[in-house]
């Protein structure tokens, strides 16, 4: 099996998910989440670990920290390691809990912290357990909004002083309308091709990062590293969306006033919302005279989701066949709907 890509440095930030061997459940009752939950402040006061957000799952979990000293490593196999013990001996069975290596994906904290954050807190919802993120015991976001007693290693703050430069009630507020405001925005990019990547965020962000990685890492862990650095040219992003439309490119450049070209309209949601092309770039591409208007196909495509909920379908098929033919992965497979 090939090694995922792991990039440790000082205040590097990480969405970090793990999942049941078979899709079994790794909580089988409270006890079970209250002694990971401990484990988790044990990992804080151990390893220095910083953790503003956790979902505990039936059969996966979701964690947002940064491990100022480096050393994810420790942190996940003093995690994982002595939960499986604790699981297995309270159940009294043996065996591997966890499928395999945990996820670690490295976040530019800059442009995507809330994001993952917001991700993080709605896992509940989209797995259509509760219908509001605030009614689900077993996440950080209760804690997040005074509904329940916080516990001392949960560095919530940081989040929430993204939203609001004056610590107040209104940056609580300011919170909860961003994490459950209706629109497909962020959750949707998340889910995206993008975010199968093991790093999350900007092209700089990335090209800094994987200029540090030395041969043997690249090496061990080449698919990784690949999908990594991969970014689809825009080009080739046009060519995916004519083939899903059995359209050639003269059709897809057309623009006439008052008629909707949509397979134009989300080739730029795609082009910038999935693989952050700036509006200049695809106005360029698009033969578009100025980035406003690029601004305004934006807007209408959310509007139009929203609208026509089916049309997320197309967007996933879509998505297939550029993973497929740039990516390098199989077009049969689908999002990790709880990933």
């Known amino acids: 099996m090939p090694r995922p890509l792991r990039i ?16 079994q459940k790794i909580f089988k009752n409270n006890m079970h989440r209250i002694m990971f939950l401990k484990l988790l402040g044990e990992c804080h006061q151990m390893f220095n670990v910083i953790i503003s957000a956790y979902c505990l799952m039936d059969n996966h979990y979701h964690l947002l920290l940064s491990t100022p000293d480096a050393n994810l490593a420790r942190v996940m196999r003093h995690l994982n390691g002595i939960y499986t013990q604790y699981f ?28 993952v954050s917001r991700y993080i807190h709605l896992n509940p919802v989209e797995a259509g357990i509760v219908s509001n993120p605030a009614e689900y015991k077993w996440s950080s976001y209760q ?39 209706q629109s497909i925005d962020e959750i949707n990019i998340f889910r995206s091709i993008a975010f199968t990547k093991p790093i999350i965020g900007s092209e700089i962000f990335k090209e800094n990062i994987l200029s540090t990685i030395d041969g043997p890492t690249k090496a061990a862990a080449n698919a990784d590293y690949n999908r990594a650095k991969t970014t689809p040219s825009i080009d080739s992003i046009i060519d995916c969306i004519c083939r899903f439309y059995s ?66 379908y197309e967007l996933n098929e879509i998505n297939k066949i550029i993973k497929a033919t740039i990516l390098g992965t199989d077009s049969t497979l689908t999002h990790d709907t709880d990933a």
């Open 247 to 312: 359209i050639n490119i003269e059709c897809l450049m057309q623009t006439k006033r008052h008629t909707l070209n949509w397979p134009k309209q989300i080739c730029i949601y795609i082009c910038r919302k999935y693989f952050g092309y700036s509006l200049r770039d695809i106005a360029k591409y698009m033969d578009v005279r100025c980035t406003a208007t690029i601004s305004s196909s934006l807007r209408k495509c959310e509007l139009r989701f929203q609208q026509y909920p089916d049309l997320l």
């Open 88 to 115: 297995n001996r309270s159940l009294k069975k043996d065996g591997a809990l966890f499928r395999g290596r945990y996820k670690a994906k490295l976040i530019d904290e800059d442009c995507y912290q809330l994001i």
């Open 8 to 23: 440790n440095y000082p205040n590097a930030w990480y969405h970090v998910m793990n999942r049941g061997a078979a899709h």
């Open 143 to 181: 804690a997040y909004l005074g509904l329940a007693k916080e516990p001392a290693w949960l560095s919530k703050e940081i989040i929430l002083t993204r939203l609001s430069s004056v610590k107040s009630l209104s940056h609580i507020k300011n919170y909860r309308e961003y994490v459950e405001e």
